[in-house]
């Protein structure tokens, strides 16, 4: 599926809507879970000062270190999805012939949308 985002075969509208909007927001809902679950372990803390400052080798927190193993998996995994679905949408645009204002605008919304949820999430 992901080489064919990445390869232009799906139109503009279906790259941009249902793995662009929908694939990223996904991925973003499934974050925030992880976060959440992050959140209730280890209270107001940052993961970089409980790991630097609280964590304890022998007595090791399975599900803190489950937890933020996912969720730094799935961020590194909308890195790339993110990359994919926007070089699916410009090789998908050079096949769209109707507007070139159409376009443009599908390529800044979701050039947007990727930096808005990135930016939420660090």
Known sequence: MLQKILGGEYSLGETFWKFGIFGILALHFFIRIFDFI??????NLSLKDYYLHY??????????IFSSLCYWGLIAFLAYYSLVV??????????????????????????????INFWSII
């Open 38 to 43: 992050i959140f209730k372990q280890i209270g």
């Open 55 to 64: 964590f304890k080798p022998i007595n090791i927190n399975v599900g803190i």
């Open 86 to 115: 926007w070089l699916g949408i410009k090789r998908s645009s050079d096949k769209f012939e109707r507007s070139k204002i159409l376009v443009f605008i599908t390529k800044f919304l979701t050039l947007m949308f990727i930096a």
